[in-house]
């Protein structure tokens, strides 16, 4: 089972970036379409960025865009999510996840296609 891990979280002041990753236990990981989710208090969590399991593909919210970039490095079993121009409303607890499915084409954006996730790590901008 794939075990995940986040970190990188604190606290940026608007308009700072931070840099999140993604540790996962299993040598395989590298077979396995990664994504990031949010959740705001009192809102539901929700999709932010997906990237394929070979870095080939990108999807990303588009409150992101232009802001956020995901990576990954299957060498070090680690993705990346680098945050830039942060904005209050990008205050969440950032979860990572992994694909329930080995090797699927498309890069799901939906919840229930993760199967595997990490337990969050806190991002909070300030005004």
């Known amino acids: 089972q794939v075990q995940v891990a986040e970190s990188g979280g604190g606290l940026v002041q608007t308009g700072g970036s931070l840099r999140l990753s993604c540790a996962t236990s299993?040598?395989?990981?590298?077979?396995?379409?990664m994504a990031w989710f949010r959740q705001a208090p009192g809102k539901e969590r929700e999709f932010v960025v997906a990237?394929?399991?070979?870095?080939?593909?990108?999807d990303y919210a588009d409150s992101v865009k232009g802001r956020f970039a995901i990576s990954r490095d299957n060498a070090k079993n680690t993705v990346y999510l680098q945050m830039n121009s942060l904005k209050p409303e990008d205050t969440a607890v950032y979860y990572c996840?992994?694909?329930?499915?080995?090797?699927?084409?498309?890069?799901?954006?939906?919840?229930?296609?993760?199967?595997?996730w990490g337990q969050g790590t806190q991002v909070t901008v300030s005004s």
């Open positions: 996840a992994a694909d329930r499915t080995y090797r699927r084409v498309t890069v799901p954006t939906t919840q229930s296609e993760y199967a595997y």
């Open positions: 990237i394929s399991w070979n870095g080939g593909s990108t």
């Open positions: 299993e040598r395989t990981f590298r077979y396995y379409n």
